[in-house]
């Protein structure tokens, strides 16, 4: 599982939405009733940023066109059908960081060959 990066606690206080760049989508993170939780950041919709869209409770609503994503799941919960769900991301509490981790990795061989791994 690699590590995608850490976001300190603080900075996701009050319903604080943070960007944490991992190309080429990003990963937004986010707190829900004190858990971390993190989803891909660009809207599977058309790629706007979800962390610079409005927030209530444990909903986002995209900045561009309002599709609404669960933080939790990363499903979009409006309208219905419109677009894939957000992939999902592990988060863990550690401290007074997030960390932030990508449970699917794609990597290539030195031969050449692709390998996909899966912890
Ligand atoms: S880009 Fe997010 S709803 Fe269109």
């Given amino acids: 599982m690699k590590h995608v990066g850490a976001v300190p606690l603080a900075d996701l206080a009050n319903d604080g939405l943070v960007r944490?760049?991992?190309p080429p989508r990003d990963v937004l993170v986010a707190l829900v009733e004190g858990a971390p939780t993190a989803i891909e950041d660009a809207c599977n919709h058309a790629g706007a940023s979800l962390a610079t869209g409005p927030r209530?409770?444990?909903v986002v609503a995209c900045p561009l066109h309002g599709y609404r994503f669960d933080l939790l799941s990363?499903?979009?919960l409006s309208p219905r059908r419109a677009c894939p769900p957000q992939r999902r991301f592990d988060a863990v509490l550690v401290g007074d960081m997030v960390h932030v981790y990508d449970p699917f990795e794609l990597a290539l061989s030195h031969?050449?060959?692709v390998r996909v791994s899966q912890e």
Avoid: F
């Fill in 20 to 22: 944490l760049p991992y």
């Fill in 56 to 58: 209530k409770g444990s």
């Fill in 74 to 76: 990363g499903d979009l």
């Fill in 111 to 113: 031969a050449g060959a």
